[in-house]
């Protein structure tokens, strides 16, 4: 009978100057990356190496972990308002087109859907209110 050896390599643990923990804890505060990518691209294995530096090093408050995915790219401003007025021509277009399918089913199937107010109802509101 043949015993196979079988040899496992054992982590071994790094020490990381000081210098080296404040520059990956800026990086992560400022939002250049998230904690875990940081530890991806410096090649830090402890899953919580990074937290405890930001806890330790850093002036947010990481107590309590935040769920929410970092945006892939900043926006610059010129961006953001044409991303914006694209939205809103999108939200004019689908307000037409509701209002054109209001038109429609009044004239085909005689729905009144829009509410229209007759002058008799606010002025009547307006003696209430006095």
Known sequence: MKHSIITVDKRTQRDYNLGFKLSVVHQVEKGEMTYKQAQKAYGIQGRSTVLVWLRKHGTLDWTKPIRHQMPKSKETPAQKIKRLERELSDEKLRNK???????????????AIRKKHSPNQSSASDKNND
């Open 97 to 111: 087109i509701l209002n054109t399918m209001i038109d429609i089913s009044d004239k085909q199937y005689g729905t």
